[in-house]
């Protein structure tokens, strides 16, 4: 299963700020941010909560909603 969710990220420097966090909880083979769409989509594979993706964008001032479980 991958679950996508619309991000207010903008950039690389946003993404290296959130990645500590994403590969504790996922893995880092497990998430990635499509940097050229708009909005910025992050796609993570399996993982257990998906609100959990959304509650470490938010401790780092950064917004998301999810589009899809595939």
């Known amino acids: 299963m991958k679950v996508k969710y ?3 990220l903008k950039c690389q420097g946003c993404v290296d700020n959130v990645a500590k966090q994403l590969n504790e909880a996922f893995g880092e083979e497990n998430w990635e941010v499509d940097l050229s769409s708009n909005p910025k989509i992050l796609t993570v594979k399996n993982p257990e ?3 959990k ?3 470490i964008l938010e401790s780092k001032g950064y917004r998301a909603e999810i589009l899809n479980n595939e």
Do not use: E, L, Q
């Open 6 to 8: 619309s991000t207010t």
């Open 49 to 51: 909560s998906p609100d």
């Open 53 to 55: 993706a959304i509650k």
